[in-house]
């Protein structure tokens, strides 16, 4: 409404103009730059609009006109009329006038009655920004119109500021954006005439209009009148072509929609004036690819870009169709989509995507498979055919067994890469129970089927399944086998008679014992019947016993072709005995020859027996020989002692002889010496190294004298 009040508000302010300078002097161009006009119901052919006036005040020759619409033209008098029956014309008409002498542009606005009302209603409350409609001023000026994108040379002539005050001295001066302040020197004024001109192309999207001040100056400068407003509004040109921003395009309809169903929204942008016919954006598809079923599958609103499908709901069968996917190149144009209006084009694609409208059928009534029998896995897989797409829940198949699989001995599972039905053996089949199996076995999809389809007789299937007999190993009962014994039982003794059984009960086979597994080699079975003798003590304290249970593992062998093994467990848990001796702890000991502390050692016992045969232990010092006793022996607890010095001693080694016993039943008694080392202690420090040589000493004398006895007894 602003850009047609403005364009109003030109047209008075030019009849203002025209009034006020009649006897002042020629102004090259359109006497009234700005017109409107009342929209009829159409433009009727040779139906003359309107009529122009132009001067170049010169003769007006060789003058030219022409129409931004070319449904229209201006005759040689200045008629505006249209070439032929147009209802619609835009919002708005551009005429460019062009002689010899001068060129001009005058606008034209095609309003209905309601905005031609507005428009003077606007203009007349606006009087406190045209003074010169209250008071007189000496200087007059309408908006200058001026086309973007002019062809030069520059400066270049757009329109006058004339003045009252004429006189020597009086100079025009032109002041605001684009004039003296950023960006300068667009618009010049020629100060002494107040010619207007312009120094380069102008662009309207970079700017739709210049605010500038005139002024009239004395010599010195010094403002006479004014400042008064000069609007220079920028007159757009079809420089921009639409552009589609939002890309890539892609939309998706159901197969079977029916004619008329919304796919998507494709819209372009025009960089042009919004308010004329170059941003009016008509739309329409050059080309469909592929061209099948229909070359016209989809229309495009040409105003608002909505794609819509315009076949039948059958021809729109994803499964009949050459492919799934469209490409559509749309076409943007401006000036309404008349034939000289710039475009853009852009591609949509559309998918059809696939419903449930195909049922999955075996490919055959009835599938055969053969499995050995104790054998698990994959034994066939079945094949279906659905026509749905592959990458939806309507082509992936689900399969069930619906009948036959009462030992729950088979599994199906859909293979993902092929739809197929996998069928497992989980279970292992036995020859001997059954020989044959028959199962019945539907498929059906992921997503529903659509209300008017239904699963039929092709979507179930039977599967025969022959089981082969194999010669299967011999089978222990029980396995493991337990049994308990106590260690050191005599040799040969009987441990177990074990046994097994053939599950091949149709082939009477006979069957072999022997010994896979026995660590410590104390057993020994008969081949015959089964029977586990000891060839060796048990010993519950070996390290092949771990738990006291002794492991060992036999095999029955059928006379199968061929053979057939199967493998058994004994588990023989071992009762302890009272047959080790406790032992003693520790066997050295070093003490201070200072005998601060006469409490020289604290020992233990320990014994591999299970209690009773354990602990409490009794400990005891043999004979002391020599006319003192120098130690003692205390008991501290069950399985503790300690020896307790009674004097001091000299620096040498002592062999103390201690007996252990335990509690079993007969008790088991360890004769043993504890070694004593009695050693020099100086600042804290223990230096045993004497004692060390003085015995390696007196076993030197020893072996001696041991080696000159022998020698006396060999003479005599």
């Known amino acids: 409404m602003q850009h047609k009040t403005q364009l109003a508000l030109s047209f008075l302010l030019s009849q203002v103009l025209l009034l006020a300078c009649a006897d002042l002097e020629c102004v090259p161009g359109f006497q009234q730059k700005a017109f409107y006009i009342e929209e009829p119901f159409q433009f009727t052919e040779d139906q003359p609009v309107l009529k122009l006036k132009f001067d170049d005040c010169k003769g007006n020759n060789k003058l030219t006109f022409e129409v931004s619409n070319p449904d229209f033209k201006v005759e040689h008098d200045g008629t505006l009329v249209a070439l032929k029956h147009i209802p619609e014309a835009g919002r708005t008409l551009f005429v460019h006038a062009q002689s010899e002498h001068a060129e001009d542009l005058a606008e034209i606005l ?84 107040g010619d207007i ?31 008064v407003r ?52 008509r739309y329409d598809i050059l080309k469909q690819t592929p061209d099948k079923p229909s070359p016209n599958m989809f229309f495009i609103d040409p105003e608002k870009g ?6 039948s709901s059958a021809l729109l069968d994803r499964e009949t169709m050459e492919t799934p996917q469209y490409e559509l190149v749309i076409e943007a144009k401006d000036l309404g989509g008349h034939d000289v209006g710039l475009s853009g084009t852009a591609t949509a694609t559309i998918v059809i995507d696939d419903k449930n409208d195909h049922a999955p059928e075996f490919t055959k009534k009835e599938f055969l498979a053969t499995v050995k029998e104790g054998i698990t896995g994959v034994i066939v897989n079945l094949t279906i055919r659905d026509q749905d797409d592959p990458a939806t829940g309507a082509w992936r198949a689900v399969y069930t067994i619906i009948n036959g699989n009462a ?35 539907k498929v059906e ?116 072709h061929p053979p057939a093994t199967g493998t058994g467990t004994l588990y023989i848990t071992l009762g302890d005995v009272n047959d080790n001796v406790p032992s003693l702890y520790p066997t050295l000991a070093k003490v201070c020859d ?40 205390a008991t501290l607890n069950d399985t503790h002692a300690q020896i307790i010095l009674l004097q001091n001693l000299q620096k040498a080694n002592y062999n103390i ?60």
């Open 407 to 441: 030992g729950q001995s088979f599994e199906i599972h859909t293979n993902p890469q092929n739809n197929e039905g996998m069928l497992s053996v989980v279970k292992p089949l036995d020859y001997e129970i059954s020989a044959f199996h028959r199962l019945m076995i």
């Open 197 to 227: 001109s312009v120094t380069q192309v102008l662009d309207r999207e970079a700017a739709a209009s210049y605010e500038l001040e005139v002024e009239i100056t004395d010599v010195n400068g010094k403002i006479i009148d004014g400042p």
């Open 445 to 560: 999809n992921e997503d529903p089927l659509v209300p008017d389809i239904v699963y039929g007789p092709s979507s179930t299937a039977t599967v025969q399944i022959t089981v082969e007999d194999v010669n299967e190993g011999p089978v222990f009962h029980p396995n493991p086998m337990r049994v308990t014994k106590l260690e050191n039982i005599p040799i040969g003794s009987k441990v177990l008679t074990v046994n097994a059984t053939d599950p091949d009960t149709l082939q009477h086979q006979t069957i072999r014992y022997s010994i896979y597994k026995d660590p410590a080699g104390w057993l020994e079975i008969s081949p015959t019947n089964g029977t586990i003798i000891t060839t060796a003590p048990l010993d519950r304290e070996s390290v092949y016993v771990q738990n006291d249970t002794y492991t060992a593992l036999f095999l029955a062998i059928d006379n199968g």
């Open 657 to 716: 002889p201690i007996s252990v016993t335990d509690s079993g039943n007969p008790p088991l008694t360890n004769n043993t010496e504890l070694k004593l080392q009695v050693c020099a202690c100086r600042k804290s420090k223990m230096d045993c190294s004497a004692t060390d040589a003085l015995h390696i000493s007196m076993t030197l004398i020893f072996l001696s004298l041991f080696s000159l006895l022998c020698k006396s007894f060999s003479v005599l």
């Open 230 to 281: 000069l609007e220079v509004l920028v007159i757009d040109q079809n420089d921009n072509k639409p552009l589609f921003k939002d890309g890539p395009y892609v939309g998706h309809v159901m197969e079977g929609s029916p004619t008329g169903t919304t796919v998507m929204r494709i819209t372009a942008v025009d960089g042009d004036d919004a308010n004329t016919d170059n941003a009016l954006i």
């Open 594 to 633: 200072d005998g601060k502390d006469l409490r020289i050692v604290v020992l233990g016992a320990t014994d591999k027996d299970l209690p009773p045969n354990t602990d409490p232990f009794t400990f005891e010092l043999s004979k002391q020989t020599g006319p003192e006793k120098m130690w003692r022996l």
């Open 306 to 311: 909505d794609i819509v499908t315009v076949v």
């Open 110 to 193: 095609i309003i209905d009655k309601k905005e031609k009302h507005g428009a003077l209603k606007e203009i007349l409350k606006i009087e406190n920004n045209l003074g010169f409609l209250r008071q007189k001023r000496a200087i007059l000026s309408s908006p200058v119109l001026v086309p973007e994108n002019q062809r030069g040379p520059f400066p270049k002539y757009i329109g006058k500021v004339v003045s009252r005050s004429v006189g020597e001295g009086v100079r025009f001066r032109l002041s605001g954006k684009g004039a003296d302040e950023d960006p300068k020197g667009i618009f010049k004024i020629n100060e002494i005439t």
